[in-house]
């Protein structure tokens, strides 16, 4: 069989980017509805640690929700519910990811992912090694901060209520009043929580699953772009079906986390056609031979640890390197 590439490889997938509306309600409503049970089941009288196996859970369905939230920006699923449209814009607020700057930023992702001098818009910075040997130390300190461990970890706080929140607002208010209202919004339901219920519910209703589905969140955007086969090109050498393949990863996963993440593991074929359904993913891989040998990392601690130990890349060697290749600069 030949193998197609190029402009021919994503006029491939265009048969799978088609919603089964039915389809899709079902995973919004179904996740949604299992979501507030979740996360009524932590202010429930059950034991402690039922109350924490629901607050865990809760995060986890959260994850989900976020993944089907953006296949909905994306107009892979409902494009034409004005309902979906309302529902989503809520879950955003809620989710601390409000519309507005999350279908800025990450369709500018989509459409320069991989750009050197252009990929930090709506992603982590990339630097090569001799900008970073050239710059200041505040600089470095800045864009090192962005790509630690601990900050991705926190992605509740840096990367949600700094980044998709507050930042945004600061800079363009009149552009991302949403933004605002998501911050103000999440912080009245945890005084609420806190008045009402006390510190357990602020902990176990709010806290825990915010941190989980963002902690989780941040590190999968993260490592499907940072990853120790990645590419990343000038501009004259960059189109975009080469950047979906060569620049995103296939994340391994088990059914289970394959569930709560959406499929978003298929990351390359997410991004050779963001149209196609999440849960059509596995359908485009099993039929396009061509897309089924791309570049893999998965959620093991060693390949979270390869992931997170890349800095910079290096041009000559075209690959990104850690703090050993830097300190021998």
């Known amino acids: 069989m030949r193998m197609r590439t190029g402009p021919e490889l994503i006029v491939a997938t265009k048969p799978f980017a088609m919603d089964f509306a039915a389809k899709s309600w079902w995973t919004v409503l179904s996740t949604g509805l299992s979501l507030v049970g979740s996360i009524g089941g932590t202010l429930w009288g059950f034991h402690l640690v039922g109350k924490l196996v629901c607050s865990v859970l809760s995060g986890l369905l959260i994850l989900r929700f976020f993944v089907i939230y953006h296949d909905q920006q994306h107009h ?87 980044g998709m929140c507050l930042y945004p607002f600061i800079n363009q208010p009149k552009e991302h009043k949403d933004c605002l209202i998501a911050f103000v919004v999440h912080v009245l339901i945890g005084a609420t929580l806190l008045y009402f219920f006390g510190w357990t519910a602020l902990v176990l209703t709010q806290l825990i699953p915010h941190f989980i589905a963002c902690a989780i969140g941040t590190y999968l955007f993260y490592a499907q772009h940072n990853f120790p086969e990645v590419s990343f090109f000038d501009r004259a050498g960059w189109a975009y079906e080469k950047a979906a393949l060569e620049s995103s990863s296939y994340m391994k996963t088990g059914p289970i986390m394959a569930w709560f993440t959406a499929n978003i593991g298929y990351h390359h074929i997410h991004h050779l056609n963001a149209r196609i359904p999440f849960y059509r993913l596995p359908e485009v ?26 800095k910079v890349w290096d041009v000559e060697s075209q690959r990104m390197v850690g703090f050993r290749e830097l300190r021998a600069s």
Do not use: D
């Open 76 to 162: 892979a699923i409902l494009p034409k519910s004005r309902m979906a449209e309302r529902l989503m814009r809520i879950f955003g607020i809620l989710s601390l990811s409000p519309s507005s700057v999350w279908r800025s930023s990450h369709n500018y992702h989509h459409k320069h992912n991989s750009k050197l001098r252009s990929a930090h818009i709506g992603s982590f910075p990339v630097m090569t090694r001799a900008e970073y040997l050239k710059s200041s130390r505040g600089t470095r300190f800045k864009y090192l901060f962005m790509r630690h461990p601990l900050t991705i970890l926190f992605g509740y706080v840096f990367a949600f209520l700094w």
């Open 285 to 310: 891989w099993q039929k396009l031979p061509e897309l089924q040998k791309p570049k893999t990392t998965s959620l093991s601690p060693l390949q979270i640890i390869r992931c997170l130990r890349l």
